[in-house]
């Protein structure tokens, strides 16, 4: 077979461009920030897109703070689940030791939207605050487009 000029062209291009991939979280728990953190800042830095397609907890929602809103739509199925940061309990003798710097530091990466319903909420406590409800989820993050 022979190789035409336009196919090895075509195919340099395709393998010099960066590949898209959207990161789908259906049952994300959380857990360590730092993790969070370094993953959502790769995925920023190579703009892909997040579509949260079911639970998205603790950690997971610093997703909102890091990857630009632009890129993150949530579907019908998405639960956001927020709590103060604490201590790994493996260090703690199992106990759950809340860390007020590590919430002050969560919630420094939230956007506003986040925080207002945060605050309205009753602010973040040890035990878990839910959004699944449609049009909360909608005031702080778009719902996916059809082609996404």
């Known amino acids: 077979m022979r190789i035409t000029l336009l196919a090895l062209v075509s195919l340099a291009a395709l393998a010099a461009s960066p590949a898209r991939a959207d990161l789908h979280i259906t049952r994300d728990h959380g857990g360590y920030v730092e993790e969070y953190k370094a993953k959502y800042g790769r995925i920023r830095d190579r703009h892909e897109r997040v579509i949260i397609d079911g639970i998205c907890n603790s950690a997971c929602t610093l997703v909102f703070g890091i990857v630009p809103l632009n890129k993150i739509c949530v579907t019908p199925r998405a639960s956001l689940g927020f709590h103060e940061a604490y201590y790994d309990k493996a260090f703690t003798f199992g106990i759950k030791v809340t860390s007020a710097d590590g919430t002050s ?25 839910k959004i699944t409800n449609g049009e909360e989820l909608w005031k702080i993050v778009d719902p996916c487009p059809d082609e996404w």
């Open 105 to 129: 530091d969560l919630m420094s990466y939230y956007p506003d939207t986040v925080k207002d319903w945060i605050r309205r909420n009753g602010g973040l406590t040890t035990e878990m605050k």
